[in-house]
């Protein structure tokens, strides 16, 4: 009979057979919602803990973050409804709000990494990820692709419209400062045209690429579509996020980028899709993988902790781990503040 138990006797043997290296501050990315104003600190509603942020609260915040030994933030600016049109034209305006704060952390902490979300939904009045075009007007007309009933008619989005104004969304966060810019649209070819893009001007070759390589159509995102005012206003996002019935497509979307010129890559979301981080970090051993525990995921641990259901450190300890043992080298999470904050204390 082999025996087990001799590993688990107490928590310094517990420790000494741990083969899943704890996690630091380091490996964290922080997101940040910004949102036009001073003196804004707002608390989403959806997101217990995570708040709004004009520019002015979200330098104060970031500074007290850089004590805790976490120094990469992801940047998602929140606009206000009127401001939103059908082309999403603030994402990719030189003066967005995304791109203030970009020149604002920099100017002031230099030291922080800073990542840029690119994509249109927070900006279209619409709340799709590209251009909607008629069926007769769509550049793949004919192609087998979902439309979307509207008072305009049946609309698609459009791949290959959407891509220029990507491309000029993710340059202008580059000129801005941001050291990675991180298309989330799930539009196909987006990570060569930004590449291309970047790599033209001197100012922004240096500019590394975070591809939201596999990016699942999940119902863990509901809580962030209200924190980033960013849910559609009719049909959904099936036609170009993944569905999360496939096995393969993933690792398959994470070459597609990283043959397209992503410096880094990522799994979203991260605990029901463990074994997609898995398969991935074993294929692709060059490139840095990231996991993002989304909105629902925090959401969901926090308000059951809450709730009395189950201790808050433990159940967040146990699910990062996890995340990690499935391969993710840095993580995206909600609760990465908290983490470092209460890491002493356990």
């Known amino acids: 009979m082999k025996r087990f138990r001799q590993y688990r006797t107490t928590q310094a043997v517990r420790d000494q057979w741990a083969d899943v290296p704890e996690l630091t ?6 997101p940040y919602f910004v949102v036009d104003g001073k003196g804004v600190k707002q608390e989403i509603g959806s997101m217990k803990g995570v708040y709004h942020f004009s520019i002015d ?3 104060e915040d970031i500074a007290q973050l850089l004590t805790l030994g976490i120094d990469k933030v992801l940047l998602f600016g929140v606009i206000p409804q009127e401001e939103k049109d059908e082309r999403g034209s603030l994402a990719y305006s030189p003066d967005s709000i995304v791109a203030r704060a970009v020149r604002a952390i920099k100017e002031a902490l230099p030291q922080v990494t800073v990542f840029t979300d690119v994509c249109l939904c927070g900006y279209t ?7 909607l075009v008629s069926q007769e007007s769509s550049s793949r007309a004919g192609a087998l692709v979902q439309r979307f009933k509207s008072s305009r008619g049946m609309l698609e989005v459009d791949n290959d419209l959407t891509l220029p104004l990507l491309v000029e969304m993710a340059y202008q966060h580059a000129l ?4 990675f810019v ?3 649209a799930m539009m196909d070819g987006q990570v060569e045209a930004i590449r291309q893009r970047l790599d033209s001007d001197e100012r922004t070759r240096h500019t590394r690429i975070m591809g939201y390589s596999a990016k699942y159509a999940s119902a863990y995102y509901g809580p962030f579509r209200d924190a980033a005012h960013s849910a559609p206003s009719f049909g959904d996002r099936r036609s ?5 019935r496939t096995r393969n497509q993933g690792l398959e979307e994470i070459e597609a980028d990283i043959n397209e010129g992503a410096d880094w890559v990522m799994v979203k979301p991260a605990m029901a899709y463990l074994d997609i981080i898995q398969r991935a970090t074993d294929r692709f051993t060059k490139h840095p993988m990231v996991a993002y525990q989304v909105s629902g995921e925090y959401s969901m641990l926090l308000n059951a902790a809450k709730e009395g259901l189950f201790d808050e450190w433990s159940i967040f300890h146990e699910s990062l781990t996890a995340i990690r ?3 993710a080298q840095y993580i995206i999470s909600y609760y990465a503040k908290r983490y470092a904050l209460l890491t002493n204390q356990h």
């Not at 801005?176 to 050291?179: F, L, P, T, Y």
């Not at 170009?240 to 999360?244: T, V």
């Open 125 to 131: 009045s619409h709340g799709h990820c590209g251009l």
């Open 176 to 179: 801005a400062g941001a050291d």
């Open 325 to 327: 043992r499935a391969g």
């Open 182 to 184: 991180a298309p989330s």
């Open 240 to 244: 170009y996020q993944m569905d999360y």
């Open 57 to 59: 609260t979200l330098l």
């Open 25 to 30: 501050p380091q490996d964290f990315i922080y």
